[in-house]
T-cell receptor, first 118, second 110 residues
């Protein structure tokens, strides 16, 4: 597609329920990233996928959080047993491969999923 | 590792010039991104500096000094629509992931 697509755009869930957030990256972008942004805060890195390499999960805040990616396509971020502190906007981004000089072309972000845990 | 520092908030008047500074400590540094984020929206790319010096793009310019670990974003002829958060993100050879600064929230007043 033309841009990074995230769904749903808004999700309200009850505390303790599981949620799945979906990200569809730009075609041809080998890398995919998930970030969390709490109200009025900066972007908090969660997890990063690059091609077929093992994902960098160093930002996941607890074992309630997990993510999968099918090849270089769609990714799903799952939050189990949601807590009120999980309320935030979850942003997905993708980036193309570096060029032959190693230049990094940065990210294109999706519009995010606003998660509210009540 | 990463250490990024930028001011939390700035205010300016329409038509003025504002400079948003960012200092960083990044292992394997290979360039620095600036992103703009309007309230309730996703960040969008503004600039990417690899070499030292000033790069100008319309009303926005970005400066980098690799030896000092310092960058700034310069916004000229400020407009109300420039009210947004500006995020500094140094990049590294070691990884494609970006760690963002906390962002500088700029408010432009008439």
């Amino acid at each position: 597609g033309a841009g990074v697509s995230q769904s749903p755009s808004n999700k309200v869930t009850e505390k303790g329920k599981d949620v799945e957030l979906r990200c569809d990256p730009i075609s041809g972008h080998t890398a995919l990233y998930w970030y969390r942004q709490r109200l009025g805060q900066g972007l908090e890195f969660l997890i990063y996928f690059q091609g077929n390499s093992a994902p960098d999960k160093s930002g996941l805040p607890s074992d309630r959080f997990s993510a999968e990616r099918t090849g270089e396509s769609v990714s799903t971020l799952t939050i189990q047993r949601t807590q009120q502190e999980d309320s935030a906007v979850y942003l997905c981004a993708s980036s193309p491969p570096r060029d032959s000089y190693g230049a990094n072309y940065g990210y294109t972000f999706g519009s995010g999923t606003r998660l509210t845990v009540v | 590792g990463q250490n990024i520092d930028q001011p939390t908030e700035m205010t300016a008047t329409e038509g003025a010039i504002v400079q948003i500074n960012c200092t960083y400590q990044t292992s394997g540094f290979n360039g620095l991104f600036w992103y703009q984020q309007h309230a309730g929206e996703a960040p969008t790319f503004l600039s990417y500096n690899v070499l030292d010096g000033l790069e100008e793009k319309g009303r926005f310019s970005s400066f980098l000094s690799r030896s000092k670990g310092y960058s700034y974003l310069l916004l000229k002829e400020l407009q109300m629509k420039d009210s947004a958060s500006y995020l500094c993100a140094p990049s590294s050879y070691n990884t494609d992931k970006l760690i963002f600064g906390t962002g500088t929230r700029l408010q432009v007043f008439p």
